[in-house]
Nanobody, 123 residues
């Protein structure tokens, strides 16, 4: 139901855009998480389908932007000024029902997950 793509190898300071295409239905909330080597999966950001409000982790705030395309039923993660510490497998996730903002950073509240796409930032 979720297809993520757009990862790759880039140099520090570069930009990359990830896509997450949903099929079959739309969801109330979409999110991006990432898992770096040897670390636990962490929240990157989330967007609410109705209204488009977003929340970001402090580590990416001001550099990453989440947006949506209603026609394509796709969510994007625009990543600018990439750093080596952004290297990780990035996952998109979606939640069916509406959720209060307090819990949107928690991965256990999302119902569907994409397969993950690798982002490597290295010189």
């Amino acid at each position: 139901k979720l297809q993520a793509c757009g990862g790759g190898l880039v140099q520090p300071g570069a930009s990359l855009r990830l896509s997450c295409a949903a099929s079959g239905r739309t969801f109330n909330h979409y999110a991006w998480f990432r898992r770096a080597p040897g670390k636990e999966r962490e929240f990157v950001g989330t967007i609410t389908w109705q209204g488009g409000s977003t929340i970001y982790a402090d580590s990416v705030k001001g550099r990453f932007t989440i947006s949506k395309d209603r026609v394509k039923n796709t969510v994007y993660l625009q990543m600018n000024s990439l750093k080596p510490e952004d290297t990780a497998v990035y996952y998109c996730a979606a939640r069916v029902n509406r959720l209060v903002i307090t819990y949107l950073h928690r991965d256990d509240y999302y119902d569907y997950w994409g397969q993950g796409t690798q982002v490597t930032v290295s010189s």
